[in-house]
């Protein structure tokens, strides 16, 4: 009965069962242990695993990310949780100074078979510093992979690819999905690919982490003005999955980009981009971006909610598309 | 300086009132996001707030209510900045963990563990460059961001400059879930500090006396040009870390032995047997204090939101046409 | 006589200026004192100004630059130097979480008049943790201003400019340009738009900071096979001066971009997704991106030019572009 | 284990040597980007190097090449690798400031001020929960590095989980060109270290015996399990920080007075009065230092570039087919 897990329980799940299969992984981070996990993904591991393997750290990012880096070249498999991308700003050395690069400087001699976990997106009311989507610039990093689970399968199976990998790979967890359900499959996933979670013929829509349900649901409404809309769920940031896309573009011949980060030098900007290059012949409309507001993501709920492209957007951008208009530029300001 | 202890009573007594109103507020979803609550901490504030002079520089954390309180800023701007009104202190788009309040020199209220002790270096170089002379900075952070870098490199260049800032450690034994001694390799922190090369002390965090003593002499010493100190004020939040928090980490024991030593009875407890107030005068700092918060509800209620044109504004400082 | 100022020099008299007409205005960073600057920038300036105008730090980045903005607050003009956009990784926490969020999360109350400087950029043989083009990060981020000088002239403007800035304005300048020389102008120059360095009619190419120069080489080349390539300037990375490439593009109809950042979510992505947004009926190619290879920068020279767009390469890609096809995707290894 | 004394000698000597060519072949171009020479630091690198197993894991900063060469690492592989050759033993990648020898588990070569300090704790972490007894991982920095929060950071780090890390300052007194004083509230950095409740001495830099001396206890102490143990040596770099570096910032009668304490002089005289070695023993060294530079040169001249083809080698695991 595999019905109705949880995204946070799928992931507490994809952990124990790695560490059950191999001494070599251990969990380390803030508040991983007594209390749980922020998010409470290791709720109960400590108790199973005990503090060594399920290790908590002082309040010392970059530090414990150090850490992680060295015990992997150490020969551990380390799987690293910072607790939000905002305070992965602290750890931002480690990972493109250290990780990213030593198998390049040492000439391929040392792996970093390291497992970043963080959460990412905003939608909680928890203001300007704890709510940036900064997928972005980790997948702009040569060295790393970077994934963004949009599905309890994923949730699910992610972890061990990444573990698998012997290259350092981040997984981006969206916030908001941890109490999403759904079926956790029966794997393995790859960790290069992008998905297609609905077909379609008039309008191919890209989408990644917590902007997938919502472009999912964008797309059932539109479906009821007859229209037909193809949703791609990213998965794989870095590397991007150029050919899935270009497949469904060159069926669909308009594309919209939905992303939760900010739209300026940000992911939606590489996706129009790489589509544009690939099926410039094919296309009937420049492709649109729809993202979030260029601010710093306000407290107040009406504010934060105006911030970040919501359901309504996404269907109001995709007919723009669809019109052969352009999405405006700048954040959109919501009715 | 000597501070009114019938004062620092009332402070107590102010924030304690407004913070359990709070938590009531978010049972009701009328306050959002993070609440961090200092129940059990307000001695600090109480006692360490009056003290500074309108000119001081004030940085706190996340857990700033009271602190906001005390410096000033009315209690109906701050509860509106919760509820996400446009009159809140931080126009509503701060909330619990970031109230400002530039008139009052407080800058925030900042949610990253830390974040805010370079600023706190800053606000003391500029001060001291514009030769402002006897003018603090007073920063307050929880004993869980002394492990993070920035701590290191901003107290080195506090001593290193002989700025004068009062570094202020709330220690309460718990970083969200991790304890003390599950973060630092040397948990006494005053030894620590003393490390850069600058007079640290340990003060009991519950005894308003007692922090307002050490406080006295520590500003009397950095007004006076002899660079920074640090103070640590030793104490515990009765409180979960914040609204979301299980409290897994702690026994119940714990949680109830220090609730025996709650600032605010045993100060009420002293100043009565002292003979400075007595039951009545209680009662109507509590009774006061209620009336204070309603007001403020009420106030924070009928305010009205931001306008959605607005969304862009702030950012830069070129506002839009 | 105003000719012959080097970039390096422009940049001191700017900072000399400011310094002597506004006691608020300090230098603060590793080494700009009895060092004279890892570039030389600040040469001879702790001699006229004393050390606590000019002001070495320890080593602590995200200790010196979160004090900037503390200091901006308080009512100082800092130039905080970074010495390159490398170590800046450790002071990504101040500048994003602090400095640009500040004003917005007080509600406008507060203003983070700062400034920072940062080499940024290879060329040098320093190898992968010493010649990054991270440009794009800080492109991505609300509440920053970023300018990259790559002229003379820039290089003496652009800072009293930023100084007058009441927001946090971010100059790189590119470590290769300091010996250049140029005409300073007269000044003022803005920090939003862009300048067409040499105007064209069959193809827009966009660079910035140490690749304008090697555009504007290629485009002599050009020249002499028949071809008039206009080339422009992005002088500022946020805001991007949208119009100014609309313009451009709108009468050449092709682009190609040209960026020392990696491709994959950098500047490039933006510029061309900016361009086929704007012109995507004007446009009678892809634009075409041609931006370093994705690997972390080696240090043999011979290798490090590859990874690197050098003239021959721009010219190689323009051909490309004005044949209508699509710049190779990913790095380029050339002959 | 004690040291074989005139094994530290010779390797004073090479380290000597190899460098002084260095920078003749940087005059040269063959050599090029940064270049940092250890040249009168020798002393630590020799004396301490000779005492750690193969099986320990060894660290050190961009100015390594000393190190490189004791840890084992043939010469003719680091000169290749300067001349950016496919044979270098980083594959031409790397260059002076990224030296790395798995087989040696030599993690290089890092040019990061104070960004290989996690590594060595996480390096400590994995053997320490692999249960690899008797392992250290030892870690070289500059006196710069202290000031920086990944110090902070790691140490308490280490010092917290009892991890097997020696921390060995090299403190020349300058980073860059910014003196200790101007860089640290507090000068004494083994009484700084000590604050993270760690065993932490000072010793003469310059001394070969005293470093040997000292190391060798902190590693029994550490292999022991003891935790981790800090180490400042005292020491001066001859030269400038590297070829960039103008020398504006100390006197010259300074570095005059250092030279004077040349540590291969110092010990070549001492090992000699002690009958230890004597002056053709002593020559012989420098003749067998310059033959192994030489053999490098030769060796580094003749080996291959990397293809360009295979510049994308090495960014992830798969390569390019
Ligand atoms: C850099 C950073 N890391 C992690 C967090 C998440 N977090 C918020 S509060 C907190 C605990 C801080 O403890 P302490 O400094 O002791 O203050 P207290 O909450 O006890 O007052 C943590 C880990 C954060 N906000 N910032
Ligand atoms: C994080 C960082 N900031 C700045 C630099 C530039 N830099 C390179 S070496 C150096 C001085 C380091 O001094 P120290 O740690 O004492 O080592 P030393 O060079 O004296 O051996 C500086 C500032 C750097 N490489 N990394
Ligand atoms: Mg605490
Ligand atoms: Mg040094």
Chains 1, 3 share one sequence.
Not at chain 1, 291 to 304: D, Q, R, T
Not at chain 2, 62 to 69: F, I, K, P, V
Not at chain 2, 208 to 233: H, M, N, Q, W, Y
Request: negative net charge; hydrophobic residues 45%; glycine residues 10%.
């Amino acid at each position: 009965m595999r019905e109705g897990t949880t995204y946070r329980e799928a992931m507490r799940l994809a952990i124990r069962e790695a560490m059950i299969a191999d001494e070599r992984v251990f969990v380390m981070g803030e508040d991983v242990a007594d209390y749980g996990g922020t998010y409470a993904v290791t709720m109960g591991l400590l108790e199973e695993f005990g503090p060594e393997r399920i290790r908590n750290t002082p309040l010392s990012e970059s530090g414990f990310v150090g850490a992680g880096i060295g015990a992997a070249l150490g020969g551990m498999r380390p799987i690293v949780e910072i607790m939000t991308v905002n305070f992965s700003l602290l750890a931002l050395d480690q990972i493109v100074n250290t990780a990213s690069t030593l198998r390049h400087m040492s000439g391929g001699q040392f792996s970093v078979p390291l497992v970043i976990r963080m959460t990412t997106g905003a939608g909680r009311q928890l203001a300007a510093q704890h709510s940036h989507s900064l997928e972005c610039w980790f997948a702009h990093v040569p060295g790393l992979k970077v994934v963004a689970p949009a599905t309890v399968e994923d949730a699910r199976w992610m972890l061990p690819a990444a573990l698998a990998d012997p290259d350092p790979v981040i997984i981006f967890e969206h916030s908001g999905l941890y109490p999403m359900t759904g079926s956790m499959g029966e794997g393995p996933v790859d960790l290069v690919s992008a998905a297609v979670r609905r077909a379609g013929s008039d309008l191919t829509l890209v989408a990644s982490a917590g902007m997938v349900p919502k472009a999912l649901a964008a797309a059932d409404q539109l479906e009821m003005e007859g229209l037909s809309i193809e949703v791609i769920d990213l998965r794989s940031l870095r590397p991007l999955d150029r050919s899935a896309l270009q497949r469904s573009v060159e069926r669909t011949h308009r594309a919209l980009v939905v992303d939760e980060g900010w739209r300026s030098v940000g992911l939606s900007a590489e996706v129009a981009a790489s589509i544009t290059e690939s099926c410039f012949y094919h296309l009937d409309a420049p492709v649109g971006r729809l993202a979030s507001a260029e601010v710093p993501i306000p407290y107040a709920k009406h504010l934060e909610e105006a911030a970040i492209p919501q359901v309504d957007d996404i269907v109001a951008a995709a007919r723009m598309v669809l019109g052969g208009g352009m999405v405006r530029d700048g954040g959109i300001v919501h009715a | 300086m000597t501070v009114d202890r019938r004062q620092v009573l009332d402070n107590m007594i102010r924030i304690r009132v407004f913070e359990e109103r709070c938590a009531e507020l978010y049972g009701q979803s009328k306050i959002r996001g993070f609440l961090h609550l200092y129940i059990g901490e307000e001695a600090i504030a109480a006692a360490i707030l009056p003290q500074l002079r309108s000119t001081d520089a004030f940085l706190g954390t996340y857990r700033e209510h009271g602190h906001a309180l005390i410096r000033g800023v009315p209690a109906g701007s701050i509860m509106a900045e919760m509820f996400g009104k446009a009159t809140g202190c931080s126009g509503g788009r701060g909330g619990s963990m970031h109230l400002f309040d530039a008139s009052r020199r407080f800058y925030g209220g900042n949610a990253i563990v830390g974040g805010h002790l370079p600023l706190a270096v800053g606000l003391a170089l500029a001060d001291t460059m514009a030769n402002r002379s006897e003018v603090v900075t007073a920063c307050f952070f929880g004993e869980g961001a002394m492990a993070e870098g920035e701590f290191h490199e901003s107290i080195n260049l506090a001593a290193l400059w002989n700025l004068p800032v009062l570094f202020c450690c709330e220690n309460n034994r718990y970083a969200m879930g991790t304890s003390l001694a599950s973060s630092e390799s040397q948990t006494d922190l005053a030894l620590k500090a003393s490390a850069y090369g600058l007079p640290a002390w340990t003060v009991d965090g519950m005894d308003p006396d007692a922090v307002a003593a050490a406080t006295a002499k520590a500003l009397t010493s950095i007004r006076g040009g002899g660079g920074p100190v640090f103070l640590e004020c030793k104490t515990y939040r009765f409180r979960p870390h914040s609204m979301f928090d299980p409290d897994l980490y702690r026994p119940a024991e714990e949680v109830e032995e220090w609730k025996q030593r709650d600032p605010i009875t045993a100060f009420a407890e002293r100043l009565t047997l002292e003979g400075v107030v007595d039951a009545d005068v209680v009662d109507a700092m509590w009774d006061a204090a209620r009336d204070e918060v309603e007001r403020a509800v009420v106030e924070a209620e009928a305010a009205p939101f931001e306008s959605i044109d607005r969304l862009l504004d702030h950012v830069t400082t070129q506002v839009r046409s």
